[in-house]
Every structure is written in C-alpha cells, then in structure tokens.
C-alpha cells in the first residue's frame, strides 16, 4: 500500500506564505510524478502544481507565478511553497502521487487525506 501523508496546512492571512509538505511511504516500484490537488467547497478538485521524477513541473493557472513546486526523490516527498496567498486559495489541499505500485500493473493515482488551507477575507 502507498500512504500519503500531508502536513503544514493552516489559518493565514491575505498576502502570507504557507509550506505544505508531502511524505510517501509504503511499496511502490517507481514514481511517475508527484504533486498537489486542490477542492474548494461546491468546485471540483484542481491541478495546482506536479512535478515529475525528473524534475518537469506543471502549474495549474491559479498557481503560476506565486506557488512553488519542489521534490526530494531520496524521501519521495514533495513540497508546495505558496505565497501572496488570497481568500480564493482557500481549500482542501490534496497530495498525489502517480506511480507504479508493482512493476507488472498499470500506473495508479494515490491520495492524502487532504490538509486544510484557509484564508480569510
């Protein structure tokens, strides 16, 4: 089983900063990429950034230019530094990863259980 654990969500204030972090444990063969997801209430689940195993990173709009992406393929954890936060990025946060649990099936989606970011208006 792959277990995805998510960490430093929180209350911050219009404008802060806030680091989420993203550790994965478990049997796997190979990661394909990992990154992060989020939900706000009523909206469906969004890319907000992923990064591949070799380092290629895809930010979602929303993201771009105030949301940073980063891996450690030593501890298969993965890191999203947000800045100049708004009340728009409030939301559930969610880790993903993509990878090959068994060398012989098919790529799979794992998730979190989510970390909960708000900011206020």
């Known amino acids: 089983q792959v277990q995805l654990v998510e960490s430093g969500g929180g209350l911050v204030q219009p404008g802060g900063s806030l680091t989420l972090s993203c550790s994965a444990s478990?049997?796997?063969?190979?990661?394909?990429?990992m990154g992060w997801y989020r939900q706000a209430p009523g909206s469906q689940r969004e890319l907000v950034a992923v990064?591949?195993?070799?380092?290629?990173?895809n930010y979602g709009d929303a993201a771009k230019g105030r949301f940073t992406i980063s891996r450690d393929n030593v501890d298969n954890a993965v890191y999203l530094q947000m800045n100049n936060l708004e009340p728009e990025d409030t939301a559930v946060y969610y880790c993903?990863?993509?990878?090959?649990?068994?060398?012989?099936?098919?790529?799979?989606?794992?998730w979190g259980r989510g970390t909960q970011v708000t900011v206020p208006s």
């Open positions: 990064v591949t195993r070799g380092g290629s990173t």
């Open positions: 993903n990863l993509r990878g090959y649990q068994r060398q012989d099936t098919p790529p799979g989606d794992y």
């Open positions: 478990g049997t796997f063969f190979a990661i394909v990429a």
